[in-house]
């Protein structure tokens, strides 16, 4: 099929600053290879035919909305057609041109990476909007959800970033990190999705007994050194003492503890809601990984294969 709008955005993975970000924590954010794609084209019916592959080419989702008041009329699932709804609802309010409701269309979205992976199915769509709409991304973004916005930078941009966010305006400064350790570096997959908004807001009830002023302060500290280490040890003494810090935060264990305790080849590090999707580990040399893979954890990415060099 011949279509007239073709958009990709980037995945994300978020290193440093974790729930923090959120308060105006600088973090440090990388962009994936792997995003997703928009597509679409001008039909004459009346609607939106929305179509949503995953990365082997399936129909996760397939729904029909319509093209002036944007409801879902119906479709696969309607749970995901009524936020679908909201977001491009959401859009119009922004997009002068009025886009979606000058004709039919018909929309395909395809994502390079498994629904489970947690790398941003959400944060590429609304950037894939927003470029196709040419309207303002963090304003769509924060019109729609809670969270810090560094998921919608990795979609926009193609380097990695020192993100922070204060009152809904962001502040992204694209860095150059690519660190001479990296080959140390891998990303491993829990084979299960966090939901972000629930940690969000359990989050949000356990700050309220923090200083949040100090805290940020030593997280700031922390990205910093990270961006700049020069060595895989000083890397590492950094993720851990992260993680140490952002366990007694969260008054929970750290990934290590709860299910990797023997590991005796480098660190292992939550990346974004703790619980779930990706990790990074450190390691020695590949066969330092067999400790996961005979754990049954198959899906290990170099750094290189996961992150835009």
Request: net charge negative; aromatic share 12%.
């Amino acid at each position: 099929m011949d279509f007239d709008v073709k958009i990709f955005s980037h995945g994300k993975l978020l290193i440093t600053s974790e729930y923090l970000v959120i308060d105006g924590a600088q973090a440090l954010a990388l962009p994936t290879r792997k995003g997703q794609w928009l597509y679409a084209h001008k039909i004459s019916e009346n609607q939106i035919h929305w179509i949503s592959k995953n990365h082997i080419g399936g129909i996760w989702f397939e729904g029909y909305f319509d093209n002036q008041s944007l409801e879902y009329k119906n479709g696969s699932d309607e749970i995901i057609g009524r936020k679908l709804s909201q977001i491009l609802k959401a859009a119009t309010l922004f997009d002068a041109q009025k886009t979606l409701q000058k004709t039919g269309w018909q929309v395909e979205t395809h994502l390079d990476f498994p629904n489970n992976w947690g790398l941003g199915s959400s944060s590429t769509l609304l950037c894939n909007l927003a470029k196709w709409l040419n309207i303002d991304v963090y304003q769509l973004h924060f019109a729609v959800s809670k969270g810090s916005g560094y998921d919608i930078a990795c979609g926009m941009e193609s380097k990695a970033l020192q993100y922070e966010v204060h009152h809904e305006k962001p502040l992204i400064n694209i860095i150059d990190f690519n660190p001479e350790f990296k080959s140390n570096i891998y990303f491993l997959h829990l084979n299960q999705k966090q939901i972000s908004d629930k940690e969000v807001a359990r989050y949000s009830d356990l700050k309220k007994e923090l200083q949040l002023d100090e805290i940020i302060s030593q997280f700031n500290e922390i990205t910093s050194t990270v961006i700049g280490a020069q060595n895989l040890e000083t890397f590492e003494s950094l993720m851990i003492m992260h993680e140490t810090l952002l366990s007694n935060i969260l008054q929970q264990e750290t990934i290590k503890e709860q299910l990797f305790q023997m590991y005796q080849g480098g660190i292992v590090k939550s990346l974004g809601a703790w619980g779930g999707d990706f990790v990074m580990v450190t390691a020695r040399n590949e066969s330092d990984l067999d400790y996961f893979k005979n754990k049954g954890f198959d899906t290990i990415l170099k750094f290189e294969e996961m992150i835009i060099g």
